[in-house]
């Protein structure tokens, strides 16, 4: 079963532990423009425009993890902090690391935007940024 924490818990853990990575799942596009945790890392569990989850999703986080990450050792080892939009996204990424071996995975509740609020509107009620945690654009 899949621990899931609040932003502020993640950015905690992040803090605590250099052990410690977010994943983030989105899109490229999401990752690029519209904003990420800073230090993250972005391997996409789908894109548009099929938007289907990709067959090679975690394949492609292990290269990644082991580019970016070569003092980690076995990077099924790292604490994974999932993050994606709204959380949703970030779960089912988070439950294929872990069937395949992680041991470590957190997904992110909120994600990076948050909830709709009831102008059908993010980035208002919750998520990594209405947080003030570190975030960047490319």
């Known amino acids: 079963?899949?621990?899931?924490?609040?932003?502020?818990?993640?950015?905690?853990?992040?803090?605590?532990?250099?052990n410690s990575v977010v994943l983030d799942?989105?899109?490229?596009?999401?990752?690029?423009?519209?904003?990420?945790?800073?230090?993250?890392?972005?391997?996409?569990?789908?894109?548009?425009?099929?938007?289907e989850t990709d067959p090679e999703f975690v394949v492609k986080v292990r290269r990644s993890l082991?580019?970016?990450?070569?003092?980690?050792?076995?990077?099924?080892?790292?604490?994974?902090?999932?993050?994606?939009?709204s959380g949703q996204r970030s779960l089912v990424a988070a439950e294929l690391l872990e069937a395949d071996g992680f041991r470590h995975v957190y997904n992110v509740l909120e994600g990076f935007?948050?909830?709709?609020?009831?102008?059908?509107h993010r980035n208002t009620v919750n998520g990594w940024r209405v947080h003030g945690l570190p975030w960047e654009q490319s």
């Open 1 to 18: 079963m899949i621990k899931e924490i609040s932003p502020l818990e993640a950015w905690d853990l992040l803090q605590a532990s250099e």
């Open 25 to 51: 799942v989105r899109s490229t596009m999401e990752f690029l423009y519209v904003g990420h945790p800073i230090g993250a890392v972005n391997v996409p569990l789908k894109e548009p425009p099929a938007w």
């Open 66 to 85: 082991r580019e970016v990450r070569r003092d980690a050792g076995d990077v099924e080892d790292l604490t994974i902090l999932s993050i994606c939009r």
């Open 113 to 120: 935007e948050g909830v709709r609020d009831g102008e059908n």
